[in-house]
């Protein structure tokens, strides 16, 4: 549990990280958002150092993890709801995720 609890803390501050630069570039935000952008991205890579097993274990199994954050983000931020294709493009990362993050060590 503690492993997806920081994947998903990972996820979410890239996505505030980059979500952030966007507002100020996309939707005319002022720019003092880059300031937490670039707190958030760098949180981002710390939290990505916190877990025990290889970097690149750790990059693929995030990246599971980020597709069901971006498509939560979507629905909940963008206000767009997921259609059943983003709902089995989730499962199929999550599962994948799964496989990657808790194999038989």
Request: aromatic share 14%.
């Amino acid at each position: 549990m503690t492993t997806l609890l920081l994947y998903l803390a990972t996820a979410l501050a890239e996505i505030v990280g980059c979500y952030l630069p966007w507002l100020w570039l996309r939707q005319g935000g002022s720019a003092w958002l880059l300031l937490p952008a670039a707190a958030s991205l760098a949180a981002f890579a710390w939290l990505l150092t916190l877990h025990d097993a290889a970097s690149g274990r750790v990059y693929a199994a995030y990246g599971g993890v980020y597709i069901g954050v971006a498509i939560l983000w979507l629905w909940l931020v963008d206000g767009m709801r997921p259609s059943v294709w983003d709902v089995a493009g989730v499962a199929v990362a999550l599962a994948g995720m799964g496989i990657i993050a808790f194999q038989p060590r």
